[in-house]
């Protein structure tokens, strides 16, 4: 019943991330796990032929964020669920990576999920760009004691035919010769 859920994120998550190859904003880990904090890296180019003074994302319902590194030459803020980084510059035809902490709600409904996100220039200039990412189910914990239950029964029969093999090479002790 939870793989095909998890395979029909999987390949939502996969369509929605080809549409994003020409966005200039990737993202790093695009699956986010309901009731778990995550860091993301943001890979972020300036295509423009001027700098970018800033970088906004926005968390939309059931998520928190939370401020990451961007290195020493952004300032970086949160209000409203929006983490803000300004300063830089980065220059025109260059990338730089930031990171965001995302809380996500263990409430929050499993699918595809958009993150707006806009490069900041000067003179009040900005260049939206979706981020797609996608919420995937946590570990329920009875899967995860058959998992390990799994693992135990695998491990003791491990056990079990190492010693069966070590009694038959063996050979005779002198006893029985």
Known sequence: MRLPLVLGVFLVSV???????????????????????QTLSLSVHNDLDRPMTGLSISAPRGMRIGLGDAGNRWKAVIENQTATWTGGPLAANTGTTFEVEL???????????????KQLYPGGGSLPWPIPVTVIPAADESSQRLTWAIVGALALAATVAVGLIALRRRGRTLQEQ
């Open 15 to 37: 369509l929605a991330s080809a549409a994003s190859v020409s966005a200039h904003i990737g993202v790093t880990p695009g699956l986010l796990v309901a009731g778990d904090t």
């Open 103 to 117: 809380a996500v709600e263990a409430a929050t409904p499993v699918g595809p999920v958009q993150l707006p996100a």
